[in-house]
């Protein structure tokens, strides 16, 4: 698999206090009104199943990524990434929402890069993209152990040696940019006063 390049690439936000939890209907038809050809849902859609015929009849390609509870049936999508996915041999399945975009996007980094070490670029991305992975699995509180802690672990390092512009701000106000190492508990817990 090349590299794509000159694709126009994308995100949505749903306000969840006005469209609910989810994958929507009304989103795909306004995603595919913009020109969208593909929509990758991060942290919902596993249980999306009328969602998911409308993003088909929309010819829309759908790549669900999800880690909640499985329902008795799956969306119609053109991938479903979970960690618990049946008929799959996992040795981890407590990833969150954050963290199987992750591996999602380590997978598709691989692929382009025709190997199980990724290109330089890719690997930057990837150090930015884990940090944010390390936040989402904080803040998702779930177990710190196995798979997780590791991707927290690195995750943290990676926050600490280069924030994201906004992460940055943020640090500094919190005092945490002048700490050696940050802790799950600096990002889950830290306030500015202490």
């Known amino acids: 698999m090349r590299p794509v390049t000159g694709r126009n690439v994308n995100y949505y936000v749903p306000n969840r206090l006005g469209e609910g939890y989810g994958l929507h209907a009304e989103a795909l038809e306004q995603l595919a009104r913009r020109g969208a050809s593909l929509v990758v849902s991060v942290d919902c859609g596993i249980a999306s199943w009328d969602a998911a015929q409308t993003a088909r009849r929309l010819g829309l390609e759908l790549i669900v990524t999800d880690h909640h509870a499985l329902a008795d049936r799956l969306p119609e999508a ?63 509180v779930v177990p710190l152990q196995d798979d997780n802690r590791i991707l927290v672990r690195h995750g943290l390092s990676s926050l600490r040696e280069r924030p994201p512009l906004g992460l940055g701000a943020l640090m500094r106000v919190m005092g945490l940019d002048q700490k050696p190492a940050l802790s799950s508990e600096d990002v889950a817990f830290a306030s500015p006063h202490g």
């Open 78 to 140: 053109d991938a479903i990434v979970h960690p618990r996915l049946p008929g799959h041999a996992v040795s981890f399945g407590d990833y969150c929402g954050a963290g199987v975009a992750f591996k999602l996007a380590w997978a598709v980094c691989c692929r382009a890069s025709q190997s199980k070490k990724v290109s330089e670029s890719m690997r930057g991305f990837l150090l930015s993209a884990i940090g944010l992975a390390a936040l989402g699995t904080v803040a998702d």
